[in-house]
């Protein structure tokens, strides 16, 4: 019996039937006591055992579980970091982050993130996150104190870190530096911006080359002319068209070349002037323009990559009508990004074309995906969808096929003050 409770029976037999004696009974239950807390002790060293081996099974398995987030760690193709809360010390970082400022991590442990970078929207990340929001996939530039000269380019994400009480306790920071994709994405907007140029080229030779022979007449005239009155009226005839190349040339420019700040432009204006370069095309073209210009307010932004998205727009839609007539609509008007809340200017490009293909328009805003062969270069609506995206828009589609309602729609907001980056 322990603590008034069976716990085992032990059984004492002899070859013939007597009377146990009292002190026989209590030396029996004396050795069945002892047996039985040498069979407790046993089973508490098996249990002790067992014990242990669980311990030293699942000490070797946190081991490797630690060596195995360890190499993780160290080995991530980004750079990882751990901060802490008092101005923002590093304490910890694997070797990609160290790589950043050319160092290793043993030289980077332990000083502020200032010292190492005076980039100075990154303080106020962290603040943020100190605050217990975290920043998810932010677009981050700017330099380093190894390297001030060189401009750089990551996409970072910050999270608070909580312990068991539920206090914060630092920041954790993962960075991926996209400095060379975005140099080749520069790259590859200016191509396009040159490509575009160079299918300007005919429209503008033409535009050109018009007021050119207006010219040479006049003055052919003008140098046979034996009234002085009228060689005055030729040659001021002659001014106004060489005016007219002047501002056609002027328009040209303006598609390659970019304002190091953003500017305050009359939306009308913009679509007007981009219009304007394809005057000759429009004029062989059996396509009609509409225009309606509607918004009054103007928009901060870099005026020539808006003008290079609304020049590969009209290019697109007047393709789509290269063979048989249509309308070519431009409209302009005030309107809201409702997931924003956002105001700002909705341009129209639509045209009355064959329209385009769902799976097509899965495709359409795809790096050298296009639908004209060798003509295309694939990253016209790319390059386009870059730039309203950088400048803080929207641009969508809408297509059908048909065949009593056909064409097109691009629809492209920009906020405002669009060029806040």
């Not at 081991?63 to 590093?90: C, M, W």
């Not at 080229?201 to 002319?225: D, G």
């Not at 000759?280 to 323009?289: C, D, F, M, W």
């Not at 009508?321 to 490009?349: A, C, I, K, Q, Y």
Request: proline share 4%.
């Amino acid at each position: 019996m322990k603590e008034g409770r069976l716990t085992a029976i032990l059984a004492v037999h002899t070859m013939e039937p007597r009377r146990w004696h009292k002190q026989e009974v209590t030396l029996v239950a004396s050795i069945a006591a002892r047996c039985w807390e040498s069979i407790e002790r046993a089973r508490a060293l098996r249990a002790l055992e067992a014990d242990r081996e669980e311990l030293r099974r699942r000490s070797i398995e946190s081991e490797r579980q630690h060596a195995e987030l360890q190499t993780i760690y160290d080995t991530a193709p980004i750079g990882l970091a751990y901060f802490d809360l008092d101005d923002y010390h590093y304490l910890r970082l694997n070797d990609n982050q160290a790589a950043f400022f050319g160092l290793k991590p043993s030289q980077v442990v332990g000083k502020t993130l200032t010292q190492m970078s005076h980039i100075p929207v990154l303080r106020e990340l962290f603040d943020q996150v100190a605050r217990g929001e975290p920043v998810v996939n932010y677009p981050l530039e700017g330099t380093l104190v190894t390297d001030p000269a060189d401009h750089r380019y990551w996409t970072v994400s910050y999270f608070p870190v909580y312990g068991p009480d539920g206090a914060m306790q630092g920041i954790t920071a993962a960075s991926l530096e996209i400095t060379q994709q975005k140099k080749a994405e520069k790259a590859l907007i200016q191509t396009e911006k040159l490509a575009a140029v160079g299918r300007l080229a005919a429209s503008i030779a033409h535009e050109i080359n018009n007021p050119l022979e207006a010219v040479t007449n006049l003055l052919y005239l003008a140098q046979h002319s034996g009234s002085l009155d009228e060689v005055h009226d030729l040659l001021q005839t002659a001014d106004a068209e060489l005016q007219r190349i002047s501002v056609i040339a002027a328009q040209t420019l303006r598609f390659h070349r970019q304002a190091n700040s953003p500017q305050e432009i009359d939306t009308a204006a913009l679509v007007d002037e981009t219009l304007n370069v394809y005057h000759g095309r429009l004029r062989n073209s059996p396509a009609q323009v509409s225009t309606r210009m509607r918004a009054e307010r103007s928009v901060r932004c870099f005026d020539g990559e808006i003008r290079q998205v609304l020049a590969n727009l009209i290019a697109n839609a007047l393709d789509a009508m290269s063979s048989t007539p249509g309308d070519l609509f431009l409209r302009t008007r005030e309107g809201t990004n409702w997931s924003t809340g956002e105001r700002g200017v909705v341009f129209t490009v639509a045209d009355t074309g064959s329209g385009i293909a769902k799976d097509t328009a899965q495709r359409i805003f795809e790096p050298f995906f296009t639908t004209k062969g060798n003509i295309g270069t694939g990253l016209g609506l790319w390059i386009s969808r870059e730039i309203i995206t950088r400048h803080r828009g929207t641009i969508r589609l809408r297509s059908s096929q048909s065949p009593t309602r056909h064409g097109t729609i691009f629809a492209i907001f920009l906020p405002f003050d669009a060029a806040r980056r």
